[in-house]
């Protein structure tokens, strides 16, 4: 797919696409009309450019591996809890974080369209939106993971969540083993966004960048 | 509805592909069109659940070779002409030609930006009790309505177990057709994988969906 980086609305292509011609139409006509404002757009735009990403959630997953009681009420009510912290950006309603044992692993889909924890990971990747996934999560999740070179043991249970309404979903992954006495900025670094959809696990220190 | 948005359990859509290091937008349009879905929401011009049905009504073939945001922006376009906020006229010439109905919670200006960053509650007040606590056997319900529902077909009429009230909730299936909130209890329902797939299925395997009450009774 080609990549357009750029992000200057009102930048002038010498072609522009049938799709982007109607987009810029649509936009044209709800401003005339008076619906939105288009710097309300550039800001909705920016916001979940730079702001609003996977790095919420990380936060959020390593304050849970080093704080027991913060750990206990985001298991409880993650909404609430997340609410408590000051330094991470609030969350709407209905936010559920689900625990990875070594007994059981987490997997989170929206089968019917592309339902995520936005405040905390930002929007979802193509994928998670795209058919192959929100085929095969419910029914083949090993080979899902498969795809994503992820391999558990036969017998750990799976569990997937299919959000089919306002609920959503944040897995909290297992903490890598030799992390003890690490900071929780040290410890974030270490959660994808994919540990946290159950696609994929938390690095391993040795996959740090030093 | 019956759609082919309805995946789970589908076969022959072939490999996941994770893009590395992916961004935000593949496009400036994309970005365009989230920003204008979500204004549109906030200010009342349409909501959540008739953003999803109007996906969801795209025909097959072009819901299928369509981009994500592709989607949105015809979901959007085809919404707005219903619901007589723009014209196709309008569309055809890329300005207002003519007056539009207000919004219900008028223009989405940049004060209006910052409630965008949670999401919106969803919550409302039970009409009632509950009819079903944690442990209750359930089976959802055989229906197939033309109209929007978020029970997906490959859970329906089968049997499962209540593990958690997620509280009361609007009702996507009224609310998508600008029915009214009709709130309903929200559970999320444990299904074993061999009772939705067969003996073939993986044995270690557990689904769960969020289930309205209506979707369900009990056994």
């Known amino acids: 797919m080609a990549h357009d980086h750029d992000h200057h609305h009102d930048h002038e292509h010498s072609e522009l696409s049938e799709t982007q011609l109607r987009v810029r139409a649509l936009e044209t006509i709800l401003t005339e009309k008076g619906y939105v404002d288009p710097k309300a757009l550039d800001a909705i735009v920016e916001m979940y450019e730079t702001k609003i990403g996977p790095r919420n959630g990380a936060r959020v997953v390593a304050k849970a591996w080093t704080d027991p009681a913060f750990k206990q009420a985001l298991l409880a009510d993650a909404t ?9 950006s609030r969350t709407g309603d209905h936010l559920i974080a689900v625990e990875n044992t070594p007994q059981r692993h987490n997997m989170v889909v929206c089968t019917l369209c592309s339902c995520y924890p936005w405040e905390m990971l ?8 795209a058919s192959p996934y929100r085929s095969r999560a419910v029914k083949d999740p090993r080979g899902v993971l498969a795809d994503f070179g992820v391999t558990l043991a036969k017998d750990t249970e799976i569990r997937v969540w299919d959000s089919t309404a306002e609920t959503r979903f ?41 | 509805m019956n759609g082919v948005h309805d995946m789970g359990g589908m076969d022959g859509f072939g490999k996941v592909e994770p893009e590395a290091n992916e961004p935000t937008f593949h496009h400036e349009w994309e970005g365009r069109v ?17 953003q999803r049905f109007a996906r ?25 002409v219903e619901r007589n906020m723009v014209g196709a006229d309008e569309l055809e010439a890329g300005h207002s030609l003519h007056q539009s109905p207000p919004l219900p ?11 965008c960053e949670t999401r919106a509650n969803f919550d409302r007040q039970p009409q009632g009790p509950a009819s079903f606590k944690p442990g209750d056997k359930v089976r ?6 033309l109209t929007h529902t978020r029970l997906p077909r490959y ?59 209506p979707y369900l009774e009990k056994i």
């Open chain 1, 80 to 88: 609430q809890a997340i609410n408590t912290l000051g330094h991470v």
């Open chain 1, 170 to 210: 944040i897995v909290l992954p297992m903490r890598p083993e030799g992390t003890d006495g690490w900071s929780e900025d040290k410890l974030a670094e270490l959660v994808t966004r994919d540990s946290m959809i159950g696609t994929g696990l938390p690095k391993k220190p040795a996959e740090m960048k030093s």
């Open chain 2, 105 to 115: 919670r008028g223009k989405f200006t940049l004060d209006d930006v910052k409630r």
């Open chain 2, 155 to 213: 859970v329906r009429g089968h049997t499962g177990v209540v593990e958690r009230i997620n509280g009361c909730h609007v009702f996507p299936d009224t609310n998508a057709h600008f029915k009214g909130d009709h709130p309903q209890w929200l559970y999320t329902v444990v299904f074993d994988a061999r009772d939705l797939w067969g003996d073939d299925a993986d044995p270690t395997l557990k689904v769960s969906i969020e289930a309205f009450e």
């Open chain 1, 122 to 129: 930002g929007l979802p990747p193509v994928w998670y939106k």
């Open chain 2, 56 to 80: 969801e009504s795209l025909p097959p073939e072009v819901y299928l070779a369509s981009s994500y945001y592709k989607k949105w922006f015809l979901a959007i376009e085809n919404q707005l």
């Open chain 2, 34 to 50: 989230m920003a204008m879905v979500r204004a549109m929401g906030a200010n009342g011009g349409v909501n959540i659940d008739s």
């Open chain 2, 140 to 145: 959802t319900k055989n229906i197939n309505p």
